[in-house]
C-alpha cells in the first residue's frame, strides 16, 4: 500500500542522503551551557491498566501508567529523557508542540530510527516555551496513541502560580472491541460514514477516559471555594470534545502553549485531537463539575469532579449549558508572529479530502495523493510561508506542524499562533509561518487514523 511515516521501520544507515547532509548541523551535541538539566528515563511497556473499577485493559505505557509519567521542566531547562524499549515493536516519542532540533523530534524514517525493541535513545532539547505539551509515540500512532503510549509534558513558566495547577488529558477507548481487528479491517471500518463530521471514530470507541480513568475512577480535582487552578487540557485521542466549565468560573490562559487573551464570557470550549487548552479556574461556593456536554453520548464518563476537604460528594450538579446558547467570545494570542499580513515567499494549496483505495478501503488524502506522494511544502531557510488549508471532506481534519508555530487569522480579524489547526468540513484557514528551523518537519492530520492513511506531508528544507 504506501509507507507512512507512522509505520516505517527503516533501520540504521537508511535515511535518506538530505538528512545526512544536514547532519552537519545537527550532530552537534545540544548546548546546554550553565542551563539547570531534568533527566527522566521512560521505559515503553506492557500494563494492564485498570481504566475503571474492576475493568482492565492491554495498554502499551511509558513507566506503566496511562498516561505516562508526568514531565514537569521549568522555562529554561535542559531536558534530558533516556526512552527504553521493554516492547515488542518498535517505538519513538514525538514531544508534541515543542520547538526542538530536527533529529530530536520522533518521527522514525524522517528524523530516526524507530527504537527496537531491547534498545535506548536519548533525547534532548531546551524548553524554550513555557506552556502545555505532551508526548507520543509517533511509530504506528494510531495504534500505538490508542495503546496509551503518550504523556503530559509541562514547562512551568517563571513567576507567581495559581494554587493548584493540574493536568487533565482526554482519550478514548475500545474496551469491548477488538483494536487489531480495525486496524487489519481498516478503511473498511472508517467508511461507515453516516451521519455528522465525527461519524467515523464514535462508534469505535465506547469508553472515555480523563488522566487514563473513565467514570466514576476519574481523580476528582480538589479545591477550596476560592481558590484558582491552572487546569491543562491535552486531547490525546481522535474525537473533538467540548470542556464545560461553571459559568464565571473561567478564563482562557492558553492554547498550544501560547498565551492567549479572551473576550467576553464563555463556559464551552471546543479541544480538537492533539490540542491543548490551558484555562484559570476559580471554585465556587458548591461542589462543581468540569466536563463534556451532557448532550453527547457517554459524557458521564467524561466528568471531573470538583470536590472541597467537607464534601460529601452527593450534591454534584452538572452545571454545563448548550454551546448553542453559550455566549459567544473570541480569543487572540498575546504575541503574534506576525503583526500584519506578511510578504510570502512560499504559498502552499492544501486542500483535504477523503478517497477510496482498490481493496485497501478508506484513504486519506492532501491534495489528491496519499504520503509519500502528496506534495511536499519546499522551503529555504528564512521563508516566509504561507499555507491555504481547505477541508472538502466530510469529517474533521486536525492539522498538526511539527517543529513550527503558525500564525491563523481568525474570523474576527484577530490572530491566533497554534500548531494545529482544526479544520472542519467546508471551512477553509489561512496560516502563516518562518521557516526557521532545518530539518523534514511532518505536516499532517492529528486523528491518526487518517494520518496513518495518508493525510500526512513534510516541510522539507533544501
Ligand atoms: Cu502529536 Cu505528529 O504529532
Ligand atoms: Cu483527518
Same mark, same amino acid.
Given at each position: 500500500?504506501?509507507?507512512?511515516?507512522?509505520?516505517?521501520?527503516?533501520?540504521?544507515?537508511?535515511?535518506?542522503?538530505?538528512?545526512?547532509?544536514?547532519?552537519?548541523?545537527?550532530?552537534?551535541?545540544?548546548?546546554?551551557?550553565?542551563?539547570?538539566?531534568?533527566?527522566?528515563?521512560?521505559?515503553?511497556?506492557?500494563?494492564?491498566?485498570?481504566?475503571?473499577?474492576?475493568?482492565?485493559?492491554?495498554?502499551?505505557?511509558?513507566?506503566?501508567?496511562?498516561?505516562?509519567?508526568?514531565?514537569?521542566?521549568?522555562?529554561?531547562?535542559?531536558?534530558?529523557?533516556?526512552?527504553?524499549?521493554?516492547?515488542?515493536?518498535?517505538?519513538?516519542?514525538?514531544?508534541?508542540?515543542?520547538?526542538?532540533?530536527?533529529?530530536?523530534?520522533?518521527?522514525?524514517?524522517?528524523?530516526?530510527?524507530?527504537?527496537?525493541?531491547?534498545?535506548?535513545?536519548?533525547?534532548?532539547?531546551?524548553?524554550?516555551?513555557?506552556?502545555?505539551?505532551?508526548?507520543?509515540?509517533?511509530?504506528?500512532?494510531?495504534?500505538?496513541?490508542?495503546?496509551?503510549?503518550?504523556?503530559?509534558?509541562?514547562?512551568?513558566?517563571?513567576?507567581?502560580?495559581?494554587?493548584?495547577?493540574?493536568?487533565?488529558?482526554?482519550?478514548?477507548?475500545?474496551?469491548?472491541?477488538?483494536?487489531?481487528?480495525?486496524?487489519?479491517?481498516?478503511?473498511?471500518?472508517?467508511?461507515?460514514?453516516?451521519?455528522?463530521?465525527?461519524?467515523?471514530?464514535?462508534?469505535?470507541?465506547?469508553?472515555?477516559?480523563?488522566?487514563?480513568?473513565?467514570?466514576?475512577?476519574?481523580?476528582?480535582?480538589?479545591?477550596?471555594?476560592?481558590?484558582?487552578?491552572?487546569?491543562?487540557?491535552?486531547?490525546?485521542?481522535?474525537?473533538?470534545?467540548?470542556?464545560?466549565?461553571?459559568?464565571?468560573?473561567?478564563?482562557?490562559?492558553?492554547?498550544?502553549?501560547?498565551?492567549?487573551?479572551?473576550? +467576553?464570557?464563555? &463556559?464551552?470550549?471546543?479541544?480538537?485531537? *492533539?490540542? !491543548?487548552?490551558? %484555562?484559570?479556574?476559580?471554585? /465556587?461556593?458548591?461542589?462543581?463539575?468540569?466536563?463534556?456536554?451532557?448532550?453527547?453520548?457517554?459524557?458521564?464518563?467524561?466528568?471531573?469532579?470538583?470536590?472541597?476537604?467537607?464534601?460529601?460528594?452527593?450534591?454534584?450538579?452538572?452545571?454545563?449549558?448548550?454551546?448553542?446558547?453559550?455566549?459567544?467570545?473570541?480569543?487572540?494570542?498575546?504575541?503574534?508572529?506576525?503583526?500584519?499580513?506578511?510578504?510570502?515567499?512560499?504559498?502552499?494549496?492544501?486542500?483535504?479530502?477523503?478517497?477510496?483505495?482498490?481493496?485497501?478501503?478508506?484513504?486519506?488524502?492532501?491534495?489528491?495523493?496519499?504520503?509519500?506522494?502528496?506534495?511536499?511544502?519546499?522551503?529555504?531557510?528564512?521563508?516566509?510561508?504561507?499555507?491555504?488549508?481547505?477541508?472538502? +471532506?466530510?469529517? &474533521?481534519?486536525?492539522?498538526?506542524?511539527? *517543529?513550527? !508555530?503558525?500564525? %491563523?487569522?481568525?474570523?474576527? /480579524?484577530?490572530?491566533?499562533?497554534?500548531?494545529?489547526?482544526?479544520?472542519?468540513?467546508?471551512?477553509?484557514?489561512?496560516?502563516?509561518?518562518?521557516?526557521?528551523?532545518?530539518?523534514?518537519?511532518?505536516?499532517?492530520?492529528?486523528?491518526?487514523?487518517?494520518?496513518?492513511?495518508?493525510?500526512?506531508?513534510?516541510?522539507?528544507?533544501?
Amino acid at each position: 500500500f504506501f509507507q507512512s511515516p507512522f509505520m516505517q521501520e527503516k533501520s540504521a544507515g537508511e535515511l535518506n542522503s538530505s538528512e545526512q547532509g544536514q547532519s552537519i548541523l545537527d550532530i552537534q551535541p545540544i548546548d546546554a551551557g550553565s542551563r539547570p538539566t531534568k533527566q527522566f528515563e521512560l521505559t515503553a511497556k506492557e500494563t494492564d491498566w485498570e481504566i475503571q473499577t474492576g475493568e482492565s485493559v492491554n495498554a502499551w505505557t511509558y513507566n506503566g501508567t496511562v498516561p505516562g509519567e508526568a514531565l514537569r521542566v521549568q522555562q529554561g531547562d535542559f531536558v534530558q529523557v533516556e526512552l527504553h524499549n521493554e516492547l515488542e515493536v518498535p517505538v519513538t516519542i514525538h514531544w508534541h508542540g515543542v520547538i526542538l532540533p530536527n533529529r530530536m523530534d520522533g518521527v522514525p524514517g524522517v528524523t530516526q530510527d524507530a527504537v527496537e525493541p531491547g534498545e535506548s535513545f536519548t533525547y534532548e532539547f531546551i524548553a524554550e516555551d513555557a506552556g502545555t505539551y505532551w508526548y507520543h509515540s509517533h511509530q504506528h500512532s494510531s495504534l500505538q496513541v490508542d495503546k496509551g503510549l503518550y504523556g503530559p509534558l509541562v514547562v512551568e513558566e517563571k513567576g507567581e502560580k495559581p494554587e493548584h495547577d493540574e493536568v487533565f488529558i482526554l482519550d478514548e477507548w475500545a474496551v469491548n472491541q477488538d483494536r487489531e481487528n480495525w486496524t487489519n479491517m481498516g478503511g473498511m471500518m472508517m467508511g461507515s460514514m453516516q451521519g455528522d463530521g465525527e461519524a467515523d471514530t464514535k462508534e469505535m470507541y465506547d469508553t472515555f477516559t480523563v488522566n487514563g480513568k473513565a467514570g466514576d475512577a476519574i481523580d476528582p480535582l480538589r479545591m477550596e471555594e476560592g481558590e484558582t487552578a491552572r487546569l491543562r487540557f491535552v486531547n490525546a485521542g481522535y474525537q473533538l470534545h467540548r470542556l464545560v466549565f461553571p459559568e464565571g468560573s473561567m478564563e482562557m490562559l492558553a492554547v498550544d502553549a501560547e498565551p492567549v487573551q479572551s473576550s +467576553g464570557e464563555r &463556559n464551552v470550549l471546543e479541544i480538537a485531537p *492533539g490540542e !491543548r487548552i490551558d %484555562v484559570l479556574y476559580t471554585k /465556587g461556593k458548591d461542589d462543581e463539575i468540569i466536563g463534556e456536554m451532557p448532550s453527547v453520548e457517554n459524557s458521564q464518563d467524561m466528568q471531573i469532579p470538583v470536590l472541597s476537604s467537607d464534601s460529601s460528594g452527593e450534591n454534584l450538579q452538572v452545571t454545563g449549558k448548550d454551546p448553542a446558547t453559550s455566549k459567544g467570545t473570541s480569543y487572540a494570542s498575546k504575541d503574534l508572529l506576525f503583526d500584519t499580513v506578511p510578504d510570502v515567499d512560499v504559498s502552499y494549496d492544501m486542500n483535504l479530502s477523503m478517497g477510496m483505495n482498490m481493496g485497501e478501503g478508506m484513504i486519506w488524502q492532501i491534495n489528491d495523493r496519499v504520503f509519500p506522494e502528496t506534495p511536499p511544502i519546499q522551503v529555504e531557510k528564512g521563508d516566509i510561508v504561507k499555507v491555504d488549508i481547505t477541508n472538502e +471532506g466530510r469529517l &474533521n481534519h486536525p492539522m498538526h506542524l511539527h *517543529g513550527h !508555530r503558525f500564525q %491563523v487569522e481568525a474570523e474576527d /480579524g484577530g490572530a491566533v499562533v497554534k500548531d494545529l489547526i482544526n479544520v472542519k468540513p467546508g471551512e477553509s484557514y489561512t496560516i502563516y509561518f518562518e521557516a526557521d528551523n532545518k530539518g523534514e518537519w511532518l505536516f499532517h492530520c492529528h486523528d491518526n487514523n487518517h494520518a496513518d492513511r495518508g493525510m500526512v506531508t513534510i516541510v522539507d528544507y533544501t
